[in-house]
Every structure is written in structure tokens, then in C-alpha cells.
């Protein structure tokens, strides 16, 4: 009991930490990586793995669901390392993110990558999703952008996504659901009072506080009047593998495939 609980003397470090996080999204995620040295091999960044290990276990699923005729939209793309990937599903690749900071970087790293290009855009601003990619309807990718908002900028997200899927396209999204408090999510990560891995620091000085997102959650942003779910089930989000001695950081999650409903259908 006493060994289970000797985890919460990190609190008051963690609060400490992350008092100086900006509270707007777009200025925190901004100056985030803005501040982002190194990617990809020892990255700064603690959702990069740095493989395409993760991509991988999708490829089933996004090949069973995803029209390979339709471009990708890769929103939450950070520094585009999906949104490269993504290349082997569709001929036309588009990542989306609210940094500034993050495009320019996913752009920088995507020199000489064919069929992949990038925009910053808030994507639960009104109507961020009209016109994205033209007349046509779109394919969607989402990794890990849900559990890091709130449940009105959640359905937000969703309802300009429907514009992007139109009839034809598909959504996929992976997100973390670790369930557990913020306390245990951080040690599951090898935080302890005597040190925190470089990357998860920088998260927890930098960005607001994660959630998680799972079946319930899908409930409330995706109800079943507007969405069809395809198939869901639970994945592994990989993280920076600097972020434990076995230098292999996996965190449970959860993921979905969904199809956009006629609202005026039936009426």
C-alpha cells in the first residue's frame, strides 16, 4: 500500500512544472514546438517513436476502409511524421496542424517526399474543413488530438470532419485511454520523484493537461444520428522510447473507423 502511494509525492513537482503552460491550445501547442530541437532518433518530442511501428498495426484496417482514390487528411500532424507515412495509402497526403511552428517543420523534414503537403489550420474553427481538398470527399487520419481537447472543441472537430468525409471518405482515429489520473499516466511514463524522462518534462511544462478518449467518449463527440461506427477496438499508442529503461514506451489505446451519416436521411 505504502509503495503504491509513494508515487503521488511527485504532485507538487508536477504542479509546479505545469504552471507556466500556456492556457490557450493554439499559443501553447505553438511555442511548443517552436521549441522542438530534435525529431524523429533521440527526439525532443514525446509521442515520437520514431518507427513506423505504430503505422503498421493500422495498415490492416486503413486498408480494409480507407478508398485509396481519395486524398488523406492528417489532422494533429506535428511534424509529419504519419502524414510521410501515410504516402503508402493514397497519392495526395495533406497534414493539418495549429501550430505554425509544426507545419514549417513537417515541411522541412518532407523535402523531396512526393504527394504530401501541409497547412496550418485550427480544424475545430468553424468551417475549417469546407474546401480543404477541393470538391473532393477526403479520407481522415487522427492520432492523438481528441484526448487533448475538451468535449465541446471535440464535437467541434467531428462536425468539420463530416464536411471533409462527405459520402465517400472515412475516418480513423487512435487515441490514448490510459485510465488512470494524471499522476498515474506520468509514472506509467517513468516519471518518479527522483527524475522524468526529458520529453515527458517538456510536455508537462509546456502543453495543458491530456485526457483520455475511448468508447464513451466516441459516444458523446460522434453520436450514432450522425456517425456510423465501422469497427473500434483497442491499439497501443507508442511513445518516445527515451521515456523507459527498456527503451520501449507503449501506452494503452483505443481506435475507431467511422463513416459519416446523411443528417437529412430519413426525414
Same mark, same amino acid.
Given at each position: 500500500m505504502l509503495s503504491a502511494l509513494r508515487k503521488y509525492l511527485i504532485l507538487p513537482k508536477l504542479i509546479r512544472l505545469s504552471w507556466s503552460a500556456p492556457k490557450n491550445r493554439t499559443v501553447a501547442w505553438d511555442r511548443y514546438w517552436a521549441g522542438i530541437a530534435r525529431t524523429g532518433a @533521440?527526439?525532443?518530442?514525446?509521442?515520437?517513436? %520514431?518507427?513506423?511501428?505504430?503505422?503498421?498495426a493500422y495498415r490492416d484496417v486503413l486498408r480494409r476502409h480507407f478508398d485509396p482514390s481519395l486524398p488523406i487528411v492528417d489532422v494533429g500532424c506535428g511534424h509529419g511524421a504519419f502524414s510521410r507515412a501515410l504516402t503508402a495509402y493514397s497519392p495526395r497526403v495533406l497534414g493539418v496542424d495549429v501550430s505554425p511552428h509544426a507545419v514549417a517543420r513537417a515541411s522541412g523534414e518532407s523535402a523531396g517526399v512526393e504527394g504530401v503537403s501541409?497547412?496550418? @489550420?485550427?480544424?475545430?474553427?468553424?468551417?475549417? %474543413?469546407?474546401?480543404?481538398v477541393g470538391s473532393t470527399d477526403a479520407?481522415?487520419?487522427?492520432?492523438?488530438?481528441?484526448h487533448v481537447l475538451d468535449a465541446a472543441n471535440q464535437a467541434a472537430l467531428m462536425e468539420n470532419l463530416r464536411q471533409l468525409v462527405g459520402a465517400r471518405g472515412t475516418v480513423f482515429l487512435a487515441e490514448t485511454n490510459f485510465q488512470g489520473n494524471p499522476v498515474e499516466y506520468v509514472s506509467h511514463l517513468g516519471a518518479s520523484l527522483?527524475?522524468?524522462?526529458?520529453p515527458l518534462e517538456l510536455a508537462i511544462r509546456k502543453l495543458p493537461m491530456p485526457g483520455h478518449f475511448g468508447p464513451e467518449e466516441l459516444a458523446r463527440a460522434m453520436p450514432k444520428d450522425r456517425w456510423t461506427l465501422v469497427e473500434d477496438g483497442a491499439a497501443t499508442i507508442e511513445t518516445n522510447p527515451l521515456m523507459d529503461a527498456a527503451g520501449n514506451s507503449r501506452v494503452p489505446g483505443y481506435f475507431a473507423v467511422l463513416k459519416a451519416k446523411d443528417p437529412d436521411a430519413g426525414r
Open positions: @533521440r527526439s525532443d518530442v514525446l509521442w515520437d517513436s %520514431g518507427t513506423d511501428h505504430e503505422l503498421l501541409y497547412l496550418a @489550420r485550427d480544424m475545430t474553427g468553424p468551417g475549417a %474543413g469546407a474546401g480543404l479520407n481522415v487520419f487522427v492520432r492523438g488530438v481528441l527522483r527524475s522524468i524522462p526529458a
